[in-house]
T-cell receptor, first 111, second 115 residues
Framework: RKEVEQDPGPFNVPEGATVAFNCTYSNSASQSFFWYRQDCRKEPKLLMS???SGNEDGRFTAQLNRASQYISLLIRDSKLSDSATYLC????????????FGAGTTVTVRA | DGGITQSPKYLFRKEGQNVTLSCEQN?????MYWYRQDPGQGLRLIYY???????QKGDIAEGYSVSREKKESFPLTVTSAQKNPTAFYLCASRISGTGLWGEQYFGPGTRLTVT
């Protein structure tokens, strides 16, 4: 079983729509969770960390469900510039700060 | 401007040749990482280094080698023993200390094609 699994999509949504997707992780000992954004043929960049209580950053909301071992990302009022691949990232629960990356969920926002 | 540089952006090699990918950072980060990304897969860790003159194997180290002689530099050599070297290679560094440790800064990557 992969450490981090994501629905690859693509999610095709019109501008202004809300889109949400999840990822599941296998290691119940993981403590830290993140969403990274990767544009086509570019490097990943940290979008937001995911906290136990859930957190919001502008139009982006991240939630963590430890019992079911999944995290979610919701994007409100989608913009064309939100088109990207969103990588779910989880710590490997080791002492050396390694991260496990999901394969990504692709979102395409159309005009 | 602080950041991570990788060169070259595109690299073409013949099978059987070793090739070294460059990674330099001026962020004063202690930890550095090498990943490879293949279509439809998540980033996979090749090697990482938490401090100068020390490095550890990641999940897919076979056929690769690294060195960390300077804090700023973490070159990756793809040897002829690597069976499927064609991939997108990403170098990253991490801020020191336990806070914000999940934020890794990535270089722009090197696309290696071996024929």
């Amino acid at each position: 079983r992969k450490e981090v699994e994501q629905d690859p999509g693509p999610f095709n949504v019109p501008e202004g729509a809300t889109v949400a997707f999840n990822c599941t992780y296998s290691n119940s000992a993981s403590q830290s969770f993140f969403w990274y954004r990767q544009d086509c043929r570019k490097e990943p960049k940290l979008l937001m960390s995911v906290y136990s209580s859930g957190n919001e950053d502008g139009r982006f909301t991240a939630q963590l469900n430890r019992a079911s071992q999944y995290i979610s990302l919701l994007i409100r009022d989608s913009k064309l510039s939100d088109s990207a691949t969103y990588l779910c990232v989880v710590d490997s629960a080791s002492n050396d700060y390694k991260l496990s990356f999901g394969a990504g969920t692709t979102v395409t926002v159309r005009a | 401007d602080g950041g991570i540089t990788q060169s070259p952006k595109y690299l073409f090699r013949k099978e059987g040749q070793n090739v070294t990918l460059s990674c330099e950072q001026n962020l004063n980060h202690d930890a550095m990482y090498w990943y490879r990304q293949d279509p439809g897969q998540g980033l996979r860790l090749i090697y990482y280094s938490q401090i100068v003159n020390d490095f550890q194997k990641g999940d897919i180290a076979e056929g690769y080698s690294v060195s960390r002689e300077k804090k700023e530099s973490f070159p990756l050599t793809v040897t002829s023993a690597q069976k499927n070297p064609t991939a997108f290679y990403l170098c990253a560094s991490r801020i020191s200390g336990t806070g914000l440790w999940g934020e890794q800064y990535f270089g722009p990557g090197t696309r290696l094609t071996v024929t």
